[in-house]
């Protein structure tokens, strides 16, 4: 059961996140959405060794934030960095096999207790700050020893048991979940935190799926965040990519595997700790959001695509109606429709380039990622573009960043990419800033 909103501290907070995040109608929409969902099924959180060592205050004021607004993640974290140094300080060797860490009886007894002494760090961190959080280290993962002979007291998942995380979320508390397991005999395992993750996100299949890491995100070839990925357009694309290294290529197969098993509307997100309630509560988000997502379908000709559901994608996105005869008097350069008619590019030819006529994204596919992987295939298929957006449109922050220049022309902003910048080009920008102030108006006038 979710807590409701009730004391003026909370709401102070809330306005505090209001003022520096978003605005307050992308707030709304997600409380309101994640508020519907089954107290098990908002998020699952996936917390690394090294954020508990490095960022634990930033988590922790996170997660307390997230109660206060009446949501209870589930945790799981892991402890790495924090066993290579007990191990360390022990003089035990540590040795891996394919990943994973080699837990002979010694070293079991180090994991047991360093895993326990950092879920209770967390835990007595959360209640500090007056969030209610329920140390679970046992009766979650039922395991079974992947190869002893090898790895030792290395286990699988073989079942996985509710009880615990139920209890807790019934009593409005944060399950704070250790990767160990026990055999159906009883005997104690390591289990990989990852792992344990995906196995708990196949059982729970939760609408928010969260790593919190260091980085803030997956990385491009210049080291910048990637704000979304769909995979259903660019999984391919990114896996060609020469910078792609081992570690990203394996961490984006290991999700497209997890995400290929849960419903359509499940993401994962890559972020930092203190970016996570950004991440779950605006459209632009803080980290990498990764999705299913939908597949963009291109098309040169209007009779291959079905009319009324774009004229109700763009309706309903402008909240203005289209002029009746628009699909016969505009005639079409290129569209990209995404597959359930979710967001759309579509381009005519106007002073012998690419225009962009519509750019639209239905309010429920916002911060889906789904906008972005339409302008991409988009943008791959057209080097050079321009288009109109009315001034004050929230769109245009991200407009910006696609664009290599704008210009005012009220009521208008002119937008354009690819035109170059010697004279030929300033003369060419001259003449798409004249054609968009003299374009005509595709939709109603709003009543």
């Keep these: 059961m979710n807590t409701p909103i009730h004391d003026p501290q909370t709401r102070q907070t809330i306005v505090r996140l209001l003022s520096s995040m978003g605005g307050a109608k992308e707030i709304s929409q997600y409380l309101k959405r994640f508020s519907q969902l089954?107290?098990?099924r908002f998020a699952l959180v996936k917390v690394g060794g090294a954020v508990l060592r490095d960022d634990l205050e930033a988590l922790v004021s996170s997660l307390a934030f997230l109660q206060d607004v009446g949501l209870t993640p589930i945790v799981i974290h892991g402890a790495g960095p924090q066993l290579d140094a007990a191990m360390a300080e022990a003089g035990i060797?540590?040795?891996t096999v394919d990943g994973l860490r080699v837990t002979t009886p010694e070293v079991l007894a180090v994991v047991r207790r360093v895993m326990q002494a950092q879920n209770l760090r967390l835990v007595e961190a959360l209640q500090e700050r007056d969030?209610?959080?329920t140390s679970i280290v046992s009766g979650v993962f039922e395991a079974r020893l992947r190869d002893e002979q090898r790895l030792g007291l290395v286990g699988d998942v073989a079942a996985v048991h509710l009880a615990p995380i139920k209890?807790?979320?019934?009593?409005?508390?944060?399950?704070?979940?250790?990767?160990l397991g026990e055999t159906a005999g009883g005997q104690i395992v390591n289990i990989n935190a990852d792992i344990a993750a995906n196995e708990l996100v196949q059982?729970?299949?939760?609408?928010?799926?969260?790593?919190?890491?260091?980085?803030?995100?997956?990385?491009?070839e210049e080291g910048r965040v990637i704000d979304s990925i769909n995979l259903s357009s660019e999984y391919e694309h990114l896996l060609a990519q020469p910078w792609i290294n081992g570690g990203m290529r394996l961490k984006l197969e290991q999700i497209a595997g997890l995400l290929e098993r849960l419903p359509s509307s499940s993401s994962v997100s890559?972020?930092?700790?203190?970016?996570?309630?950004?991440?779950?509560?605006?459209h632009k988000g803080s980290g990498t959001l990764v999705r299913r997502g939908e597949r963009v379908l291109r098309v040169d000709e209007w009779d291959q695509l079905e009319l009324p559901r774009l004229r109700g994608l763009i309706e309903s996105a402008f909240g203005r109606r289209l002029l009746p005869d628009y699909f016969e008097r505009t005639?079409?350069?290129?569209?990209?429709?995404?597959?359930?008619?979710?967001?759309?590019?579509?381009l005519v030819e106007a002073e012998g380039m690419a225009y962009l006529d519509k750019f639209v994204?239905?309010?429920?596919?916002?911060?889906?990622?789904?906008g972005r992987a339409v302008w991409q295939v988009m943008q791959d298929d057209t080097p050079a573009l321009f288009w109109r957006s009315r001034h004050g449109n929230p769109v245009n922050g991200f407009y910006y960043g696609e664009s290599d220049g704008s210009v005012l022309r009220a009521p208008w902003r002119v937008f354009w990419y690819g035109l170059g910048e010697d004279r030929a080009s300033f003369d060419t920008i001259a003449r798409c800033v004249a054609h968009c102030e003299q374009r005509p108006a595709t939709l109603e006038e709003a009543a």
């Design 38 to 40: 089954d107290a098990a």
């Design 93 to 95: 060797e540590k040795q």
């Design 131 to 133: 969030a209610r959080a």
């Design 167 to 179: 209890g807790s979320l019934q009593a409005g508390s944060i399950p704070v979940i250790a990767s």
């Design 203 to 220: 059982v729970l299949q939760p609408y928010k799926i969260v790593f919190l890491t260091g980085t803030g995100g997956l990385l491009d």
């Design 270 to 282: 890559i972020t930092r700790p203190d970016e996570l309630a950004k991440e779950l509560f605006t």
């Design 331 to 346: 005639t079409l350069l290129r569209a990209y429709v995404s597959e359930h008619y979710r967001a759309a590019a579509i």
């Design 361 to 370: 994204v239905l309010d429920d596919a916002q911060g889906e990622g789904l």
